[in-house]
């Protein structure tokens, strides 16, 4: 794949504006949400589960380059600044992982593999 075409594609990855997103996929999203929403009250504990302001450092499991990011709403997503927003695609693969997790995302055809390395 040329230099050019994996900058889009890492670009559509971490974008906020999503167009990959499944209905099926934001559903889950959603629920995600929701349960870690109910975490917060005290039932589970949350510290090492990634969740919306977590800093979350993946290894891509490819060429073991360390990617670190904090997941955010949509609106406060910058991907250039680390700042990932949890409805795109990456965002929503991390939601809700911990430390030693694997995560897959499908882009253009491929497929990503990442493993989470640490959550704070």
Do not use: W
Not at 49 to 75: F, N, Y
């Amino acid at each position: 794949m040329s230099n050019y075409l994996r900058k889009i594609e890492q670009y559509c990855m971490l974008s906020s504006v999503n167009f990959f997103l499944s209905p099926v996929v934001l559903n889950n999203v959603l629920v995600e949400l929701e349960r870690l929403q109910g975490a917060d009250t005290g039932e589970m504990d949350v510290s090492s589960i990634s969740r919306i302001g977590s800093q979350v450092r993946l290894v891509d499991l490819h060429d073991g380059a360390v990617m670190v990011v904090k997941l955010v709403l949509p609106e406060k997503s910058n991907p250039q600044h680390g700042l990932l927003s949890v409805l795109s695609p990456l965002g929503s693969a991390i939601l809700g992982k911990k430390a030693g997790e694997k995560v897959e995302v499908s882009s253009f055809g491929y497929r990503h593999s990442y493993v989470v390395r640490d959550v704070s």
